[in-house]
Nanobody, 126 residues
Framework: QLQLVESGGGLVQPGGSLRLSCVASGFTSDYYAIGWFRQAPGKEREGVSCISRGSDSTDYADSVKGRFTISRDHAKNTVYLQMNSLKPEDTAIYYC???????????????????WGQGTQVTVSS
């Protein structure tokens, strides 16, 4: 059974860092584009970042460029989201998602992704 499990969320002060993990089971994530999304209370889900099959292409929302980095560990079947210089507006539930349909690129648009994790809470507050 294909499953995605996020972890690494928590409470952090503004300016701090967190690293989120998205562990895939039941499939080889190398053959899927993986996206990170977030949803804050009262707001729509938004795309944060994504990494293509083969990891040769990445994309980021303008709001996180230069602060967040997505990467993939093939051996651990895991995709990471390193988040630095966190701001209160980064507070949200963060989800990872997968799709086999994108080849050679990725797009951080939720409607494209087929499989979703349950999410991990990130709170940025002093």
């Amino acid at each position: 059974q294909l499953q995605l499990v996020e972890s690494g969320g928590g409470l952090v002060q503004p300016g701090g860092s967190l690293r989120l993990s998205c562990v895939a089971s039941g499939f080889t994530s190398d053959y899927y584009a993986i996206g990170w999304f977030r949803q804050a209370p009262g707001k729509e889900r938004e795309g944060v970042s994504c990494i293509s099959r083969g990891s040769d292409s990445t994309d980021y929302a303008d709001s996180v460029k230069g602060r967040f980095t997505i990467s993939r560990d093939h051996a651990k079947n895991t995709v990471y989201l390193q988040m630095n210089s966190l701001k209160p507006e980064d507070t949200a539930i963060y989800y990872c998602a997968a799709t086999p349909k994108l080849i050679g690129l990725c797009v951080p648009h939720s409607r494209v992704y087929d499989y979703w994790g349950q999410g991990t809470q990130v709170t940025v507050s002093s």
